[in-house]
C-alpha cells in the first residue's frame, strides 16, 4: 500500500509539473452507470451523422480492453480560457477552444512526455495516451475521479474554474489510489438549458448532438438544415453559450499556455475579411489549428449560413 501511495503521489506531481491543473485517479473497469445511456443515446440517434460513435461501445465502456492489464485511469484537465477577445463581437464567432494550436497536437506530446517520465522515475509501464480521438468516456472518466462533476449541459463543471478544460487520460497497468467522484453542484439552475440556441440540451443531463451547433458546424458534413436558420447565434466554428451563461465559469482563469494564444490573428478579422477568404489564406491561418476540420468548403458553407436573410 506504501508503494501505491508513494506512485499515485508521484503521477500527480508529473501532471503538476506537465502544466496540468487536475489529475484524478479512477480504477479501470466497466463503467455500468454509463452503459444504458449510452446506449439509449445511439438508439434515439442523437449522434446525428457522427457513425464513429456506433464503434467500439465496449471499449468505450471498458478501458481494459484498450490497455492489456489496465488497473488505472488517469483523468487530466488543461486549461484553455482565453484573455483574448475578438476584435468585432458582433460578428462570426469561433469556440474559444480553437483559436490556438490544435489541442490535440499540444496535449497529445504532454502526454507522451507524461507516459515517459512514469517510466523513467517507476519503471515501465504499459499504457496509452488519449486526447479527445479514441473510444474513451473522457467527461465520465473525470467526473468519476473527482475532477468535477457532469453538468446538466453535458460539459465537466470544476468549482474552482468552471469548464473551460480539455480533458486527457493515461490508461495504465500500473496500480493507484483512485480519488472518489464529487457531487452534483448544479442545483436548481437551468441557464444553459434556457439559453441554448438550438434547444440541443433536450433535457437536464442530454445533449442531443445532431441538434448541437457545435456538430452541425464540425461534425455534420451534408447541407446544415434549413430548419435551423437563423438559429446559430453567429456561431461558423463551434458553440461556447451554455458554457459562457454558466455561473461557475465567473471563476475561469486565463491560460498561460503559449501554444493556445491566438498567433494566426484571425480574432481581428472583420466580417468581410471572413467571407472573402481564399482557400490559400485559410490553409496559412488555420494549418495548425482545429479548425482545419471543417475543411475550406466546410467553413464557407456555415459563414453563408449564418448570414442575414
Given amino acids: 500500500m506504501q508503494l ?10 508529473v501532471a503538476h509539473e506537465l502544466g496540468f491543473q487536475f489529475c484524478g485517479i479512477s480504477e479501470a473497469g466497466f463503467l455500468e452507470t454509463e452503459a444504458p445511456r449510452l446506449e439509449q443515446w445511439l438508439k434515439d440517434g442523437k ?3 457522427m457513425k464513429f460513435m456506433d464503434n467500439y461501445f465496449d471499449k468505450r465502456l471498458d478501458p481494459r480492453l484498450l490497455v492489456d492489464g489496465a488497473k488505472s485511469v488517469v483523468s487530466l484537465l ?5 484573455s483574448e477577445t475578438p476584435v468585432h463581437s458582433q460578428g462570426p464567432k469561433i469556440s474559444k477552444y480553437a483559436y490556438g494550436k490544435d489541442y490535440h497536437l499540444v496535449i497529445k506530446e504532454k502526454l507522451h512526455t507524461f507516459l515517459q517520465l512514469l517510466n523513467e522515475r517507476i519503471g515501465e509501464i504499459n499504457g496509452r495516451v488519449f486526447v479527445d480521438s479514441a473510444p474513451v468516456l473522457e467527461k ?6 473527482g475532477l468535477g462533476w457532469i453538468g446538466k449541459n453535458a460539459n465537466l463543471i470544476t468549482k ?3 469548464s473551460y478544460f480539455f480533458i486527457a487520460e493515461l490508461i495504465i497497468d500500473l496500480e493507484l489510489q483512485p480519488d472518489g467522484p464529487l457531487k452534483d453542484y448544479c442545483g436548481t439552475c437551468t441557464r444553459c438549458i434556457d439559453a441554448c440556441p438550438t434547444q440541443a440540451i433536450v433535457e437536464p443531463y442530454m445533449v442531443d448532438g445532431s441538434k448541437c451547433i457545435s456538430y452541425l458546424t464540425i461534425e455534420l458534413k451534408n447541407q446544415l438544415p434549413e430548419t435551423f436558420k437563423g438559429q ?6 463551434g458553440c461556447d453559450v451554455c458554457q459562457e451563461v454558466c455561473p461557475w465559469n465567473r471563476f475561469s482563469t486565463p491560460h498561460n499556455e503559449p501554444l493556445f494564444a491566438n498567433h494566426s490573428g484571425f480574432l481581428n478579422f472583420s ?3 471572413w467571407e472573402e477568404m481564399t482557400e490559400d489564406t485559410f490553409r496559412k ?3 495548425h489549428s482545429a479548425v482545419k476540420r471543417t475543411g475550406f468548403k466546410g467553413l464557407k458553407r456555415n459563414l453563408q449560413f449564418i448570414k442575414p436573410v
Fill in 4 to 13: 501505491i501511495a508513494q506512485h499515485t503521489r508521484l503521477v500527480k506531481e
Fill in 271 to 273: 466580417e468581410r475579411e
Fill in 232 to 237: 446559430l447565434d453567429n456561431w461558423f466554428f
Fill in 160 to 162: 474552482q474554474q468552471g
Fill in 78 to 82: 488543461y486549461n484553455y480560457f482565453p
Fill in 47 to 49: 449522434q446525428g451523422e
Fill in 140 to 145: 465520465a472518466w473525470a467526473a468519476k475521479s
Fill in 285 to 287: 491561418v488555420f494549418q
